[in-house]
């Protein structure tokens, strides 16, 4: 299986014109930049229409209009992944979003928590601590989540969040990849990964 990830498009995912084959397409979130609705469904229309058997989106901090929403009317072959799971050709995925609202209070910790172990690719919109988050010597990653990957090993964690550090690691079993498409200044387009599983 084909994987093609992409994340932190923030409005310019029109201008990704010459997308490259793959049996499925990620997006880890923000794919809007002030968090409107009609920015959400500009995405959603482009996302939905891409020419990929299978497509995959989680929220991320930017994308609050999602809070809580009920997202109806979605083709089959598109998944939007909430603390939640689907499975394509034996391969589970499971996203977690990243919404304001969780992150200033203890729901994020919870989310987090309750990743189940038997999954293949972890989609969340934060990295995990030490790994492809580092901008103005900080990082910026999740200690939760370091700790959660290291027990449940999956084979890809896909994430973004942080536009500095677009990138692929291997460490031990597990690929990180933090595609995050827009420079730190919300202007450049940077690259996207295509992986095999």
């Not at 209009?65 to 499971?94: T, W």
């Not at 090993?153 to 460490?171: E, T, V, W, Y």
Request: glycine share 6%; aromatic share 10%; hydrophobic share 35%.
């Amino acid at each position: 299986m084909k994987i093609l990830h992409i994340s932190d498009t923030h409005g310019h995912h029109a201008e990704m014109t010459k997308l490259p084959e793959a049996d499925v397409l990620v997006h880890s979130g923000d794919f809007t930049l002030t968090g409107s609705e009609a920015e959400a469904f500009d995405f959603l229309e482009w996302f939905c229409d891409l020419p990929y058997l299978h497509k995959i989106f989680i929220c991320g901090n930017h994308d609050d209009c999602l809070y809580g929403a009920n997202i109806d009317g979605l083709d089959e072959n598109v998944h939007y992944l909430c603390n939640s799971s689907v499975e394509i050709a034996d391969v589970k995925f499971y996203g977690v979003s990243m919404f304001l609202e969780d992150c200033v209070t203890d729901s994020q910790s919870r989310n987090i928590a309750k990743i189940p172990k038997d999954i293949d690719v972890l989609i969340t919109h934060n990295p995990p601590y030490g790994i492809l988050d580092f901008d103005d010597n900080i990082h910026y990653g999740s200690e939760e989540l370091l700790v959660k990957i290291s027990e449940i090993k999956p084979s890809l964690h896909l994430f973004g969040h942080i536009h500095a550090n677009n990138g692929q690691i291997k460490l031990g079993t597990i690929t990180y990849v933090n595609s995050a498409i827009i420079s730190g200044i919300y202007q450049s387009i940077q690259s996207y990964h295509t992986l095999s599983i």
